[in-house]
């Protein structure tokens, strides 16, 4: 779902000399209380206080910057003033005989941070115009209900078929079902997106684009709900944002209810399909990251930029502890804004080692190309903190930190950074693989030209494969730490029992087998422990630079 507004900019501009409004833009001022909504011709929306949006109606070219300046001056102070006028120029609100003209037309690709990249495919303005009978249907008392209905007893399924479900997180499956799941899964995302247009068509507005895109390299539908801010009432702009979760909640209620009758690969099927959209509608709702939930609440506290805005507190608080510097003018009053801010800058963080982890020993399978294609993607998300700490020491330079304090203040955080990845220990683990032969357990791992320091005697974790979890089932050990070169199922590096082709693996003998274990799957060998700084480089770079090795 795309409906953020656009962000402020971050530093002044030149006021053009005679102010007047962008021709083709709008401003719907409410009938009561609230913000008015500024509608620009690109299709972006900004929210101003009344008493702004009046001063931007009344800008018509036919004063002088100075004059109005002067004018305003009579109800607020003149830096007030001016001030204001930079902050509309800066957003696109003048006209600017000085600048290039603005984009009008729709962009068919686009980078919208953290982290995603959106492809439009088409205007879907007439679709869903013509689809708001369907939606009027949807909005009646007796379809509320019939839906509660069915998420109730499609979580009294999920219980009843734990096992069943359990299994579809932890196991493999056969490469079928799995194709056949996501592309229910890519088809869901199309409804989950079709929901959140309906549901803005239903109170009037008008979704203005649909397309594809890449979100934490994941495949997904986007659909751009901004014009939601001319919605007059916050609760409306909450039904749109979460109109995307219920479609996911709805068919992980009827895939769930379909498990207790499926049996064989159909049962799979339908696990694989109450889990993931389970999965996606509790991952929606996380508010620290611009997805559903975020927007949700940003609508029901009323307050634009929320996200932003709790982030530049966030910026300035740390800054300030680390650079020195005076308090900065605080963008939310709030309490919660520094932590939440400081939630809002960790949680893309999170979720991209999460992402790259998980699709690491995919790549690593595929050889060179996967290890080039995984170091370019660490590469650009090195960037991301980088920006960050320039972001830092702006924040402290606005707020008067002095040279001399922010050296220091940089010189202490940098060690501290140093000593704790070189100074926590924590247990390093190998990640690799394992196959039954003969009906003994033997480690296997890509054979890349180089291999990992291993041990005989080394513990060795044996995982089940799945496409979530890898729950333990036995212990073995290294008998020998003289691997032998040879070729192994490619299925034994997928969460795919079945999937043909053979890959070149170095092969190591496992003795002192704890438990019964499936015939293949995931494995861990426990090399010891290692410092922080040098478990993130044996996780995210060492593999695929091995892969790369001649």
């Not at 207790?260 to 049962?267: E, F, H």
């Not at 699709?359 to 050889?367: D, K, S, T, V």
């Not at 008067?400 to 050296?407: D, E, I, Q, V």
């Amino acid at each position: 779902m795309t409906s953020a507004a656009p962000s402020a900019p971050a530093e002044p501009v030149k006021i053009p000399a005679y102010p007047a409004r962008r021709n083709g833009l709008e401003i719907v001022l409410p009938d009561g209380q609230g913000p008015a909504v500024v509608s620009l011709p690109e299709g972006r929306y900004l929210r101003l206080g009344q008493d702004a949006a009046r001063v931007l109606a009344h800008l018509d070219g036919s004063r002088s910057r100075e004059a109005v300046i002067a004018e305003l001056a009579c109800a607020m102070d003149e830096k007030t003033a001016t001030g204001l006028l930079e902050r509309f120029t800066g957003a696109g609100l003048l006209e600017r005989p000085d600048a290039p003209p603005p984009r009008t037309t729709v962009r068919r690709v686009a980078f919208r941070p953290p982290a995603s990249l959106q492809f439009t495919l088409l205007r879907p303005e007439r679709l869903f115009a013509a689809l708001r009978p369907v939606t009027r249907r949807l909005a009646r008392p007796a379809a509320g209900y019939a839906y509660v209905l069915l998420l109730l007893a499609g979580a009294v399924a999920a219980v009843a078929g734990a096992d069943q479900l359990g299994a579809a997180m932890t196991g493999p499956t056969t490469w079928r079902t799995f194709l056949a799941a996501a592309v229910a899964m890519i088809t869901v995302t199309a409804l989950h997106e079709f929901g959140h247009g309906l549901a803005l068509a239903h109170f009037g507005g008008t979704p203005r684009r649909m397309g594809f895109m890449l979100l934490y390299l994941s495949p997904a539908f986007f659909c751009d709900v901004s014009d939601g801010w001319r919605l007059p009432e916050k609760r409306q702009r909450v039904v749109v944002s979460l109109a995307g979760p219920a479609v996911n909640a709805g068919v992980a209620a009827l895939a769930a209810l379909a498990t207790l009758v499926a049996d064989g690969p159909t049962a799979a099927f339908c696990s694989l399909l109450a889990v993931g959209n389970g999965i996606g509608a509790l991952f929606n709702l996380t508010p620290f990251v611009k997805f559903d939930g975020y927007i949700a609440l940003m609508s029901q506290l009323d307050i634009p930029f929320l996200r932003d805005r709790a982030m530049t507190d966030a910026r300035h608080t740390l800054g300030r502890l680390v650079f020195g510097g005076g308090p900065a003018e605080r963008k939310l009053a709030s309490r919660w804004a520094v932590p939440y801010g400081t939630a809002c800058l960790l949680t893309p963080w999170l979720l991209v080692g999460w992402a790259l982890s998980a699709y690491l020993p995919m790549l690593l399978a595929f050889g060179v190309l996967g290890a080039m294609i995984w170091l370019s993607t660490i590469a650009m998300a090195v960037s991301v903190p980088l920006r960050g700490i320039a972001r830092l020491l702006h924040a402290a330079r606005t707020t008067g930190a002095r040279t001399l304090r922010m050296a220091t203040g940089g010189l202490v955080a940098a060690t501290v950074v140093t000593a704790v990845l070189t100074l926590v220990r924590v247990p390093t683990t190998v990640p690799a693989a394992y196959v039954t032969e003969h009906g003994r357990h033997v480690l296997i791992l890509p054979d890349s030209g180089t291999r990992p320091t291993l041990h005989a005697g080394d513990r060795v974790e044996l995982r089940t494969a799945g496409l979530l979890l890898h729950p333990l089932q036995a212990t073995a050990t290294l008998a020998t730490d003289q691997p032998t070169r040879g070729h192994a199922p490619l299925a034994g590096f997928l969460p795919l029992h079945d999937i043909p082709g053979q890959i070149p693996v170095l092969r190591y003998e496992l003795s002192g087998d704890t438990g019964p274990a499936p015939e293949q799957g995931t494995a861990a060998i426990a090399a010891g422990d290692t410092s922080l700084g040098e478990r993130l480089a044996q996780t995210f770079l060492t593999p695929a630079l091995r892969a790369l090795a001649p």
